[in-house]
T-cell receptor
Framework: AQTVTQSQPEMSVQEAETVTLSCTYDTSESDYYLFWYKQPPSRQMILVIRQEAYKQQNATENRFSVNFQKAAKSFSLKISDSQLGDAAMYFCASYNFNKFYFGSGTKLNVKP | GAVVSQHPSWVICKSGTSVKIECRSLDFQATTMFWYRQFPKQSLMLMATSNEGSKATYEQGVEKDKFLINHASLTLSTLTVTSAHPEDSSFYIC??????????????FGQGTRLTVV
C-alpha cells in the first residue's frame, strides 16, 4: 500500500504572503499521479493541482505551484499571494492502481 | 471540471433504520466510484471502490453487510447504511473517475453527506 504523509497539521500565513505545505509519499511504482486537494468549510473537495510522476516539470496553476522531487518522494505545494479564500484544509494525495491515498491534511489559516 | 452530485447533503435517521446515499456523475461516465468516510478534522478514509456492473471492493475493516454499495450504471452509485447506529454518524463523501484518457486519473468529488443517527 502507498502512504502519504503531511507533517504539518496546521499552518498560518499572512494575506499576500507565500506559504509552502509539505507532503511526502511512499511508493514502489514508477508511474503514478500526485494531487493537492482543498477542502473549505463547505467540505467540498476541490482539485488544486495535479502532477504526473513521469513529468519532470513542476505543475503550476496560477498562484499554486508544486515542488516535485521524485527521488526524495516529496511533493510540496506553494501558494503565492495568499488570499483569505485560500483558508481551508489541504490534502495531498497519490493515485495508483485505481486508488487514491490521502494524507492527514494541513489546515491553512490566512491572516488578514 | 466534471460534476458529481451527492444526495442528500444531510440526513437524520433513527437508530435501526437504513439510509441510502446517492452519488451521480452528471456529465461523464464514471467507471469507478469511491466511497469515503471522514471523521471531524481527519482525512478521508476509503471505505470501498465500486466498478459499474461488478461487486464493490471493500477496504479492510469495513463491514460489507452494513455498508451496501451498488454501482448499477455508469452514472450512479449508491451507499446504503443498514441498521444504522449512532456510531455510524459521520460525513460520507463519494468520488468518481472517468474511464478513458488522462482524465481518469482525476477524482471528482460529491459535496458529501452528513449522516446523524439518533
Amino acid at each position: 500500500a502507498q502512504t502519504v504523509t503531511q507533517s504539518q497539521p496546521e499552518m498560518s500565513v499572512q494575506e499576500a504572503e507565500t506559504v509552502t505545505l509539505s507532503c511526502t509519499y511512499d511508493t514502489s511504482e514508477s508511474d503514478y499521479y500526485l494531487f493537492w486537494y482543498k477542502q473549505p468549510p463547505s467540505r467540498q473537495m476541490i482539485l488544486v493541482i495535479r502532477q504526473e510522476a513521469y513529468k519532470q516539470q513542476n505543475a503550476t496553476e496560477n498562484r499554486f505551484s508544486v515542488n516535485f522531487q521524485k527521488a526524495a518522494k516529496s511533493f510540496s505545494l506553494k501558494i503565492s499571494d495568499s488570499q483569505l479564500g485560500d483558508a481551508a484544509m489541504y490534502f495531498c494525495a497519490s493515485y495508483n492502481f485505481n486508488k487514491f491515498y490521502f494524507g492527514s491534511g494541513t489546515k491553512l489559516n490566512v491572516k488578514p | 471540471g466534471a460534476v458529481v452530485s451527492q444526495h442528500p447533503s444531510w440526513v437524520i435517521c433513527k437508530s435501526g433504520t437504513s439510509v441510502k446515499i446517492e452519488c451521480r456523475s452528471l456529465d461523464f461516465q464514471a467507471t469507478t466510484m469511491f466511497w469515503y468516510r471522514q471523521f471531524p478534522k481527519q482525512s478521508l478514509m476509503l471505505m470501498a471502490t465500486s466498478n459499474e456492473g461488478s461487486k464493490a471492493t471493500y477496504e479492510q475493516g469495513v463491514e460489507k453487510d452494513k455498508f451496501l454499495i451498488n454501482h448499477a450504471s455508469l452514472t450512479l452509485s449508491t451507499l446504503t447504511v443498514t441498521s444504522a447506529h449512532p456510531e455510524d454518524s459521520s460525513f460520507y463523501i463519494c468520488s468518481a473517475t472517468p474511464g478513458t484518457g488522462a482524465r481518469d486519473t482525476e477524482a471528482f468529488f460529491g459535496q458529501g453527506t452528513r449522516l446523524t443517527v439518533v
